[in-house]
Each structure stands twice: as structure tokens, then as C-alpha cells.
């Protein structure tokens, strides 16, 4: 661990959140990529994977610039995980063990049965792989098949078009533009391009993402 992820306390879930199956990062494994939940300890292996400017160009946060400060990036996301409102997770390359990425649910909504998938980045060095068609249907199939979501729905910067066209990739439907929805860590405002799947869609993208998938192979 670097110095500062091993001074920082352990976070407890917050009394008042109740256990749910919706706040916990199970395991997820796959052929291209393998997910894990998200912890301090993997503060230096993730800022090394993702220490490039491509992946941090749309993220509303500032680009870490050291161990340390992606220590407190994922402290800040356990935080919010204890608060019932992020369930965050480590993507690791299958074959090489290596940390290529995180993504979250952030949040998930328990009551309204729905998800939404964010926090997403993956090491340049995996882009236009199956990693992120991948880790999607992943998250995906946990949402619709086990937690029983009826929706799952993503946001992103409306200058992010690679992002918007990977989403629609997905099979995810574009739902709609709020307006200065978010401060880029610049201080520009940036308008959230919105994008949601329903249960009754999910069979269908499903068989989809499996046939993009096995090009992979």
C-alpha cells in the first residue's frame, strides 16, 4: 500500500444503512476481464493503470497524480459506499492478474429496483478490447438477474462521444440532456447525455453483447 492508503481507517458501513445485497461488490468473473471489490490496497496498482490523460479527459474528478492521491480517490469512494450510495469495483486483466480499470454503482436505488453504472475507467491500453463490453454485461447480469433491477441507466459528458457510442453499443436507449449538470474539475460546466435499459430490453442486448464477445475471441 502507499503510505497514505495504509493510514487511512477501514470505513464501516453506516448504521442507519441497512445490509443489501444492492452494496455489495461480488465478484464478478468473465473471459476478458475479472471484477473485484475496490479497496485502499489497490491504490498503486490502479493509479499505475490508469495514470494516462485519455481516461481522465471526460471524468468530473481531477486526474490523480500520485499514489496518494488515488488512495483518497478510492477512500472518498468507500465513503460513499458506507453511505449506501456507491458499490465500487476493481477490473483485473484474467490472464496477467493486472489492474486495468474500476467502475461502480453509483448509486443503486434499492427502492426503484434500478442501477446506474458509472465512475468507469479502463487502462489505454485495453480500449476497443472486450474488456468494456465485457465488464458492462457483468454488471449488467448482476443487476437484471440477480438483484432483480428493472432498469440500469448510465450518464455522460455530451463532448464524450466515444463514451455515448460504447453506451449505445450496449443496447442502451439515449433518454435525454440535463443541461449544466455537472462541474468539470476545470470549473466548465459540462451537460449530461442520459442513457437507460429496461428489463424488458435486457434479453436482447444480452444476446447481443454475447455475440460481440465471442468476436473477441
Not at 498503486?44 to 481531477?62: K, M, N, Q, S, T
Not at 465500487?88 to 474500476?102: F, N, Q, V
Request: one cysteine or more; a negative charge; glycine letters at 6%.
Amino acid at each position: 500500500m502507499t503510505s497514505l492508503a495504509s493510514a487511512l481507517e477501514p470505513i464501516a458501513r453506516h448504521p442507519l444503512v441497512p445490509p443489501s445485497p444492492w452494496l455489495e461488490a461480488v465478484p464478478l468473473a468473465g473471459e476478458h476481464v475479472a471484477l473485484e471489490p475496490l479497496g485502499l490496497e489497490h491504490a498503486a496498482e490502479l493509479f499505475a493503470a490508469l495514470d494516462h490523460e485519455d481516461v481522465w479527459r471526460y471524468i468530473p474528478g481531477a486526474r490523480p497524480t500520485n499514489e496518494d492521491e488515488m488512495a483518497a480517490n478510492i477512500h472518498g469512494m468507500l465513503r460513499l459506499q458506507a453511505l449506501g450510495q456507491r458499490v465500487p469495483w476493481l477490473y483485473r486483466d484474467p490472464a496477467s492478474g493486472a489492474a486495468i480499470g474500476t467502475s461502480s454503482y453509483c448509486p443503486p436505488e434499492e427502492r426503484q429496483r434500478s442501477v446506474h453504472i458509472g465512475g468507469t475507467m479502463t487502462a489505454r491500453a485495453y480500449w476497443r478490447t472486450g474488456v468494456n463490453t465485457e465488464a458492462k454485461l457483468l454488471l449488467m447480469t448482476h443487476a437484471f438477474e440477480t438483484l432483480g433491477a428493472v432498469r440500469v441507466e448510465w450518464q455522460t459528458d455530451h463532448l464524450n462521444e466515444r463514451s455515448q457510442a460504447a453506451i449505445a453499443r450496449l443496447g442502451a436507449q439515449r433518454e435525454g440532456v440535463l443541461r449544466k449538470h455537472k462541474q468539470r474539475h476545470d470549473g466548465t460546466w459540462r451537460d449530461s447525455v442520459f442513457f437507460g435499459l429496461l428489463d424488458t430490453e435486457w434479453p436482447t442486448a444480452k444476446e447481443r453483447l454475447l455475440e460481440r464477445l465471442a468476436a473477441h475471441r
